[in-house]
């Protein structure tokens, strides 16, 4: 979950970007800005406190770029988005 969550703010910001969507493609390409929000959304250890950790940097990223493009939307589904992760807040 905590994966497919990192990849799909990545496939935004590739879109935002005019980059390749497709399977990763673009995520090279993506400036150092977009990967530095995402440096910390990494498992580093199988315990239920890193999880969480990492989670809440996966979440509050895929709302960062969700806000550069939209920032209703970001407004409308930050909270709702904290809400389903129980270790955020």
Known sequence: MISGLRD???ALACQRH?????HGRG???LPSDVH?????AFVRKLELSELGRVLGVATSALVAEIRITNMELSEQ??????E??????
């Open 27 to 29: 995520f090279d390409s």
């Open 8 to 10: 799909y703010t990545l």
């Open 18 to 22: 005019g980059l390749s969507t497709a």
């Open 84 to 89: 389903l992760d129980p270790f955020v807040g």
């Open 36 to 40: 530095s929000r995402l440096e910390e």
């Open 77 to 82: 589904l930050g909270p709702i988005l904290s």
